[in-house]
């Protein structure tokens, strides 16, 4: 049995050992850490009220002058549809961006269902509850009339190779949009997604499903959809939240300067580390949009990246590999994030968050 033991444990550190040389053989460059470069996006939200990392992805957007947001798509996720949407209309009002779109999108993924797992495990993307106030009242900005699918596509099909979208939640819509026009895919320029998360890479358990990440498992088939594109994507999975440190001290230093997103924070995050000052918030979110504008904060490695849409034990797993496999044929070499600097990222995000509101009049 002791030896059993030892020849597992010397096979851990075997391949542990191979999977550190293969990533540093493949790392990104560190370059371009100062760019003038502006970036023209579309923000695909499960937003989420009180502030939660999409609140703050998207306060980071707007607020960086490197980032441009066109508009912002909402979908089913941590909550329903029609909550996100409310829920993102009166944070803009909050910070005073009312100037900003918001496209109401999907409310229900393409074939999951809901069940009673999904009911009782976190996120009421299933809910057709009415959505409930946000703080301050509901919002007196109206969601537009096209839907968020048909903005998708008339803004990339109008100006290809020039968008990027930024996906934050299931990724339901942009799904949609790949099926609904056959020059999407090859006219978006990038997409960034929040979602998956890679067993292949340390740190790659679901949090969902014991090997599913939440948004790729909301949505299985719309994020098989999406990484068989041919978009060019970076994955922010699971893999490098958990590199993330979010401690009371990052915490402090973020609400020591007063804006309303920094006050809304102390409502959501303060009563956390009352109840548990070594509590650790991971950012999820946060890194997607944070490795737009500075990428070479984050290691990446390009992996063949596919999702597991059997409704089985491992219902929107993804799966990464550095070829391909059995069953994976049509899966693309996506860049997948697995770590990152932590000191550097937590000064730029604090910066990003907490700079003076902009809006676009002044
Ligand atoms: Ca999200």
């Given at each position: 049995m002791k030896k059993i033991l030892m020849l597992a444990i010397a096979s851990v550190f075997l391949s542990l050992s191979i999977l550190s040389f293969n990533l540093e053989s493949r790392t990104t460059p560190t370059m371009n850490i100062v760019s003038d470069k502006v970036y023209d996006i579309i923000l695909d939200t499960d937003f989420s009220m009180p502030p939660q990392d999409d609140a703050l992805a998207t306060i980071v957007a707007l607020n960086s002058p490197k980032i441009n947001v066109l508009g912002i798509t909402t979908v089913a996720g941590n909550n329903s549809l029609e909550q996100a949407t409310v829920d993102v209309l009166r944070f803009l009002e909050i910070v005073k961006r009312e100037d900003v779109p918001v496209f109401v999108g999907s409310n229900m993924p393409l074939v999951h269902e809901v069940s009673d797992f999904a009911k009782s495990t976190w996120g009421k993307w299933w809910s057709d509850d009415p959505p409930t106030m946000?703080?301050?009242?509901?919002?007196?900005?109206?969601?537009?009339?096209?839907?968020?699918?048909?903005?998708?596509?008339?803004?990339?099909?109008n100006r290809p190779q020039e968008i990027t979208i930024v996906a934050i939640g299931p990724l339901t819509n942009v799904a949609k949009a790949i099926r609904q026009h056959p020059n999407f895919a090859k006219s978006v320029k990038e997409i960034i997604v929040m979602g998956g998360a890679i067993a292949t890479l340390p740190d790659g358990a679901g949090n969902a499903t014991p090997n599913a990440e939440f948004n790729f498992w909301v949505d299985p088939e719309a994020a098989r959809v999406v990484l068989r594109?041919?978009?060019?994507?970076?994955?922010?999975?699971?893999?490098?939240?958990?590199?993330?440190?979010?401690?009371?001290?990052?915490?402090?230093?973020?609400?020591?300067?007063?804006?309303?997103?920094?006050s809304l924070l102390k409502q959501t995050m303060g009563p956390e580390f009352e109840k548990d000052p070594e509590f650790i918030d991971l950012m999820y979110d946060q890194v997607a949009i944070i490795s737009l504008i500075y990428p070479d904060l984050v290691k990446t490695v390009d992996l063949y990246v596919d999702v597991d849409i059997n409704h089985g034990i491992n219902y929107g797993t993804s799966v990464g590999w550095d070829k391909v496999w059995p069953g994976a044929e049509g899966a693309k070499k996506i860049k997948v994030q697995y770590d990152l600097d932590w000191e550097n990222f937590i000064k730029l995000f604090i910066k990003e968050v907490s700079r003076p509101h902009i809006t676009k009049n002044d």
């Open positions: 946000p703080i301050g009242g509901f919002p007196k900005k109206k969601p537009e009339k096209q839907s968020a699918v048909d903005f998708m596509v008339n803004t990339v099909i594109s041919g978009i060019p994507v970076t994955l922010s999975p699971l893999n490098v939240s958990r590199k993330t440190k979010g401690s009371e001290t990052w915490y402090e230093k973020v609400v020591s300067v007063d804006t309303p997103v920094t």
